[in-house]
């Protein structure tokens, strides 16, 4: 069954650190592409960080509000997606999302295209107070 479950999330202070986890099925992990989204009531969803793994080191890409800030990573023994978070603002408040998609299949076009993930996560709600 295709599956991706996020877990990691919680309430933190500004300045804090949280460590998101996305575990993935084996046929989701099979993307090449997976990425974290998020969301907050009433906004479209955003982009967080990306990361394509074929040929070589893996390529990753993140969006201007985390560079410096976040980095994503992932275990291939564990078929697992991590997304480390640190320094915390308040406006990283949201729900983060696990995706994958399948259909980007070259490491620079692995940047944020909503139409393309096919598999969602079910969120993980981070909340970050001043």
């Known amino acids: 069954q295709v599956q991706l479950v996020e877990s990691g999330g919680g309430s933190v202070q500004a300045g804090g650190s949280l460590r998101l986890s996305c575990a993935a099925s084996?046929?989701?992990?099979?993307?090449?592409?997976m990425e974290w989204f998020r969301q907050v009531p009433g906004k479209e969803r955003e982009g967080v960080a990306a990361?394509?793994?074929?040929?070589?080191?893996?390529?990753?890409y993140y969006g201007d509000s985390v560079k410096g800030r976040f980095t994503i990573s992932q275990d291939n023994a564990k078929n697992t997606v991590y997304l480390q978070m640190n320094s915390l603002k308040p406006e990283d408040t949201a729900m983060y999302y696990c995706?994958?998609?399948?259909?980007?299949?070259?490491?620079?076009?692995?940047?944020?295209?909503?139409?393309?993930?096919?598999?969602w996560g079910q969120g993980t709600q981070v909340t970050v107070s001043s």
């Open positions: 084996e046929y989701t992990y099979s993307s090449n592409c």
């Open positions: 990361i394509f793994t074929g040929k070589g080191s893996p390529y990753t």
């Open positions: 995706a994958a998609d399948p259909k980007t299949v070259l490491p620079g076009y692995c940047r944020f295209n909503i139409g393309r993930v096919a598999f």
